[in-house]
């Protein structure tokens, strides 16, 4: 049901996994992967062949040592940390947008050359 202010509410799916079918459509992001927490909002990555979407919010992603360059999605959790590299803090590229850690905003994290660049998604 659209309310007033024309905004139409999602009740049939969680927010990640629509934000998961959006990107699909994009040819892009055709191999979309889900990445699995191994605890409640903590990832490591260990592989990343495929675009990633964390598969609930986001309070610390870790890539491997073996992880030269990956592309993940996420929705920064309340309790949102940022990212490392091998257990060590990450460089955040200069011009990344800031990340607000309000539970619902979607962001894209690549890594390049030892660097994470992130960009808030939408509008």
């Known amino acids: 049901m659209i309310n007033v202010n ?8 969680d ?5 998961g079918l959006i990107l699909l459509q994009n040819s892009s992001n055709s191999g979309l992967t889900a990445a699995e927490a191994k605890y409640p909002g903590v990832f490591e990555i260990a592989d990343a062949t495929n675009v990633l979407i964390a598969n609930e919010p986001v ?6 040592e073996d992880v030269s360059a990956a592309t993940i999605y996420f929705v920064p959790a309340y309790n949102y940390t ?5 257990g060590a803090t990450a460089t ?7 990340v607000e850690a309000d539970g619902r905003t979607l962001y894209k994290a690549v890594l390049a050359t030892g660097q994470i ?7």
Not at 15 to 19: A, R, T
Not at 117 to 123: Q, V, Y
């Open 15 to 19: 927010l990640i996994s629509l934000y």
């Open 6 to 13: 024309r905004i139409v509410p999602v009740q049939a799916i």
């Open 117 to 123: 660049t992130i960009t808030r998604a939408g509008f």
């Open 82 to 86: 940022g990212f490392t590299l091998n």
């Open 59 to 64: 309070a610390t992603c870790d890539f491997a």
């Open 92 to 98: 955040i590229s200069a011009g990344s947008d800031d």
